[in-house]
């Protein structure tokens, strides 16, 4: 990769759904898509095993629908996740879905009008709270829950990386 005033220089593409993505992503096997990525669960429970077949052990069931995960490997149909707390295994991947969803790990996070502190408050998510992300920009993502909607700041959430763009 060519240096410039000693700088490493980094492509930009844009990748799928909008995000920009390093030119250097490391790309699953199977789907071709960045890993790590983030996802969310499709089906309102979904075992957790050991290892990717049937065969292996269920270590444990996530029990909420549109909760995030982080892919971090593919093996056939399976991918490899892992929750906010770190925890993990080997889930059969039609119960995960494309679509983007944050965890509010703040005790509260106000939904605002604009990406803006000072914008007024349109609803508060609580802790715990799991809400659609329609868009991130560099400090702010605007979620959608229960039909309200508005922004909240990035570092409030777990499902979306810092520096991820989504359009």
């Known amino acids: 990769m060519a240096r410039s005033t000693g700088l490493l220089a980094l492509a930009l593409a844009v990748g799928l759904g909008g995000v920009v993505e390093a030119a250097e992503t490391v ?8 890993l790590p990525r983030y996802v969310s669960m499709k089906s309102a429970k979904g075992n957790v095993r050991r290892g990717p077949s049937l065969s292996h052990r269920i270590d444990w069931v996530y029990r909420q629908r ?4 982080k892919v ?13 707390d770190g925890q993990g295994g080997w889930v059969h991947y039609a119960l995960l879905s494309g679509t983007r969803t944050a965890l509010v790990e703040a005790e509260e996070a106000p939904l605002r009008r604009r ?3 000072d914008a007024d408050a349109l609803a508060i998510a609580r ?3 799991v809400a659609r992300i ?3 920009a560099p400090d702010w993502c605007r979620l959608s829950k229960d039909g309200h909607s508005g922004w909240a700041r990035k570092s409030a959430l777990w499902g979306v990386e810092a520096d991820e763009i989504i359009e």
Do not use: F, I, K, S
């Open 115 to 117: 990406p803006d502190a």
């Open 72 to 84: 971090t490997a593919e093996y056939g149909h399976w991918r490899r996740v892992e929750d906010r």
């Open 66 to 69: 549109d909760l995030p995960l």
């Open 127 to 129: 802790r715990g709270v």
């Open 134 to 136: 329609d868009e991130c």
């Open 27 to 34: 790309r699953g096997e199977v789907t071709n898509l960045p």
